[in-house]
């Protein structure tokens, strides 16, 4: 039973998303030639959730929307939190960050919209926001060729900590004292 055990909890650890038990013996089926029945990855899946149970590991087999997930343990939520959010912020670019404001006040925008305001190629830039969910597809222009629509994803919001879209600030809210360069003359 050890065996079906570690090749569950395989299967779960290296799923992004919660992994339904069908979608288990699906896997296990397959890759055995043979079929695996559920009620012995039920087994395992509760004997997993029984060991990651004990105080012995920050991280708990958790069920939920109808699948299996690893996730931290409430007590660690703030170590992992911190973490999370200085990997975010180091990972956005000077340029990332150009576009992302010009997509969140402009949106919906056009790639080409965008290149205009920026004077430079935008396609890896807007290629990495959308890996990152901070930006979406939003639907097609009506314009010639139909291009594509971007705009903010809730995901954007929860990263900047804003309740809506209104919450960005406007631009009488940038004073003319800091966007002055040099002296006055």
Known sequence: ???LQNHVEALIFCSPAPLAAADIQAALSEMFGAQVP??????????????????????ELVALAGGFQFLSK????AGVS???KQQSKKRLSTSALETLSIIAYKQPI??????QIR???CDYTIQKLLEKELVEIKGKADSIG?????GTSPK????FGLNSLRDLPTPKDFSADDNKIGEEQ
């Open 119 to 121: 004077g430079v190629n």
């Open 156 to 159: 954007f919001e929860e990263h």
């Open 38 to 59: 559920l009620e012995d990855i039920q087994g395992a899946l509760a004997q997993l959730q029984e060991r990651y149970a004990s105080p012995d590991y920050a991280f």
């Open 146 to 150: 139909r291009p594509l629509l971007y």
């Open 82 to 84: 911190i973490l999370l």
């Open 1 to 3: 039973m050890d065996f």
């Open 110 to 115: 056009t790639k080409s919209e965008v290149e």
């Open 74 to 77: 409430p007590a660690y939520a």
